[in-house]
């Protein structure tokens, strides 16, 4: 795991605020979901993508594809031309 250097609080309802930087990075907007693992005493969120979702538009598909670490649905394959 690699340490961003940044310590937030959490407030009075238990939560945090994600810094704008990682939800750039991430690509993680309010309408995104995050999955809450526990390892002992670390915390650790992912970012929620169900079996099968593409990464481009989420829609769940059984013949997406995989192209390196992204998942890509058929009709996003028909409108870059790939795959």
Do not use: H
């Not at 238990?14 to 309408?31: D, F, H, M, Y």
């Not at 915390?43 to 929620?48: G, M």
């Not at 481009?56 to 996003?76: N, Q, T, V, W």
């Amino acid at each position: 795991m690699k340490s961003t250097g940044i310590v937030r609080g959490i407030d009075g309802l238990g939560r945090i605020v994600l810094p704008k930087e990682l939800r750039t990075n991430l690509k993680i907007n309010s309408n995104s979901k995050l999955e809450i693992f526990i390892d002992g005493d670390t915390i650790l969120l992912k970012k929620y993508r169900p079996a099968g979702a593409c990464d481009f538009c989420g829609e769940i598909d059984p013949e997406a594809k995989k192209f390196g670490d992204m998942c890509i649905c058929r009709a996003c394959r028909k409108k870059i031309g790939a795959l």
